[in-house]
């Protein structure tokens, strides 16, 4: 089963637009990871946040963890046509191990 | 720094035959994980790897099993290939216990026919 629930499940935008997804999860967790997929290829990673912070930037990228309502967001701004991919929330319970993934956000970033 | 590798890149079999894909991790990284997505949804993780030794389990059948060498590369075989294992088999690679980030390969299509 999945313990991460991405929220939307699909997303259309302009170029130079702001995107936001959610990531809901069902139980503690050690960390969170965002990845990006293009394409049905590998995963690239984006962001880890761990469950003592509560916020961490990367660029364009900005994730907040909010481990009361168990959920975080990733902020994508300025988007970019380069930005269209599926990304993927995952949580870890204890460090080093398994990912748990949701099913995505589909997000299309039109020029 | 090569990142981590998988081979073959895309595989096409047949109902009943076994498969192996093969994986090196980040240099640096000692555990292997492998991970199932079919189309349209998340990964699916069926084991990890930690000095050769499989540490964790998904709920997977035991047509699936693995490997780790001593060089912490891995191998994921699996049995009896049914048409519902054609999927994107993801490595992932990731330092012991630490609380770091997973980096995954670009992945194996298997289709199976």
């Known amino acids: 089963s999945q313990q991460g629930e991405e929220d939307p499940q699909a997303l259309s935008i302009q170029e130079g637009e702001n995107a936001t997804m959610n990531c809901s999860y069902k139980?503690?967790?050690?960390?969170l990871q965002w990845y990006r997929q293009n394409s049905g290829r590998g995963l690239v990673h984006l962001i880890l946040?761990?469950?003592?912070?509560r916020e961490k930037h990367s660029g364009r990228l900005r994730v907040t963890l909010d481990t009361s309502k168990k959920s975080s967001s990733l902020l994508i701004t300025a988007s970019r046509a380069a930005d269209t991919a599926s990304y993927f929330c995952?949580?870890?319970?204890?460090?080093?191990?398994?990912?748990?993934f949701g099913g995505g956000t589909r997000v299309l970033v039109k020029p | 720094d090569a990142g981590v590798t998988q081979s073959p890149t895309h595989l096409i079999k047949t109902r009943g035959q076994q498969v192996t894909l093969r994986c090196s991790p980040k240099?640096?990284?000692?555990?292997v994980s492998w991970y199932q997505q079919a189309l349209g949804q998340g990964p699916q993780f069926i084991f990890q790897?930690?000095?050769?030794?499989?540490?964790q389990r998904g709920n997977f059948p035991d047509r699936f099993s693995g490997h780790q060498f001593p060089n912490y590369s891995s191998e994921l075989n699996v049995n009896a290939l049914l048409l519902g294992d054609s999927a994107l088999y993801l490595c992932?690679?990731?330092?012991?216990?630490?609380?770091?980030?997973?980096?995954f390969g670009q992945g194996t299509r298997l289709t199976v026919v």
């Open positions: 139980t503690s967790i050690n960390n």
């Open positions: 992932a690679s990731s330092l012991g216990d630490m609380n770091t980030e997973a980096f």
């Open positions: 946040i761990r469950s003592n912070e």
């Open positions: 995952a949580t870890a319970k204890a460090a080093g191990n398994k990912l748990t």
């Open positions: 240099s640096g990284h000692d555990t």
């Open positions: 790897y930690y000095e050769e030794e499989e540490r």
